[in-house]
């Protein structure tokens, strides 16, 4: 009975002792991350560059007056675990913040800046969507299209709002999460058909003809006779295919190879992934744009020649 009433006592002894700490420690604690510098420079921009230490931004910080300790930053971005999540680029402090403010904002990535505009048009590839970034600070083309590799067809064309200073991770990842939400689940042939469709037919109710048309080739084993794929191949944009384009050897010539491509050959919209996912059944075997902008279909190869003569010479 003895040894229990001791410890009741030791018990006491160590809640009292926490409360005095506690009584201690929040006025420091307060007083080191949630108060603000009084001479805070309200309306400065501060660049964190790519690359830094978490100690070099701490000190950074604390030289451009943003926060009054350097350690006390520090301290808490180890303590919370966000010492990783800083994003580089320029900040813009409009108001005056506490250090625990200060780090909500540089690992958000709020950088206090005007979005710019970004237009990602249908059908573009990775390197097309490369080039409309290289201006962005942090932007790295190379890092870029190494991690984009495998998901050409899943980088969704679209108009963005981007930071200045965002990061290229996160434009892919804000790319690719805004695929899954417009389009969802969705199986690879069908977006490689997609994005042939996308190159190969003009917007309209003719595109779900057309992927009807190509659905059926493949379903009888006819190659699908794809012209949209040779820029692709060669990277020659706006170039007449000719007829030694169709020899090129490679997985990617609808004319060599039967089935689809082993990928997509750029980044489809909506409408081309609707058309993929909704044929339209038809008797036509074959089709061709005429120099007016028309689409001709034909049910027999004689017939697809006889247009060929009529609406391409």
Do not use: C
């Not at 809640?15 to 420091?28: D, E, Q, R, S, T």
């Not at 790319?175 to 469709?197: C, H, Q």
């Not at 699908?224 to 794929?229: G, H, M, P, S």
Request: charged fraction near 30%; hydrophobic fraction near 40%; charge should be positive.
């Amino acid at each position: 009975m003895e040894r229990k009433y001791n410890m009741k006592i030791s018990g006491k002894k160590v809640a009292v002792i926490l409360v005095v700490l506690l009584a201690i420690l929040a006025p420091i604690f307060w007083q080191l991350f949630l108060t603000v510098p009084k001479n805070f420079p309200s309306g400065s921009m501060v660049k964190i560059e790519k690359g830094l230490s978490l100690s070099r931004v701490s000190s950074g910080l604390e030289k451009s007056g943003i926060i009054k300790q350097k350690w006390a930053f520090y301290f808490l971005a180890r303590l919370s675990g966000k010492a990783d999540e800083i994003k580089y680029g320029d900040y813009v402090f409009k108001e005056p913040l506490s250090v625990l403010g200060v780090m909500k904002k540089i690992t958000r990535g709020d950088f206090g800046v005007k979005p710019v505009k970004v237009i990602i048009l249908e059908g573009s590839i990775s390197g097309d969507i490369a080039e409309v970034f290289e201006d962005f600070e942090n932007f790295d083309k190379d890092v870029f299209l190494k991690k984009t590799k495998e998901l050409e067809g899943y980088l969704f064309p679209d108009t963005y709002f981007f930071s200045p200073g965002v990061e290229t991770e996160e434009i892919i990842k804000t790319m690719t999460d805004n695929f899954k939400n417009k389009v969802g689940e969705t199986n690879r042939d069908t977006v490689i058909m997609a994005s042939l469709i996308e190159k190969e037919a003009p917007a309209g109710d003719d595109r779900k003809i057309i992927s009807g048309i190509l659905w059926k080739r493949l379903e009888i084993g006819m190659p699908l006779q794809v012209d949209a794929v040779f820029p692709y191949i060669t990277g020659k944009k706006g170039e007449k295919v000719l007829l030694d384009d169709l020899k090129i050897d490679s997985p990617y010539n609808t004319y060599l190879n039967k089935g689809l491509p082993p990928g997509p050959i750029g980044n489809p919209g909506l409408d081309a992934i609707d058309a993929a996912l909704r044929p339209k059944e038809s008797p036509y075997l074959y089709y061709l744009h005429g120099k007016n902008g028309k689409t001709y279909f034909a049910k027999t190869f004689a017939e697809h020649l006889r247009n060929k003569e009529k609406y391409l010479r």
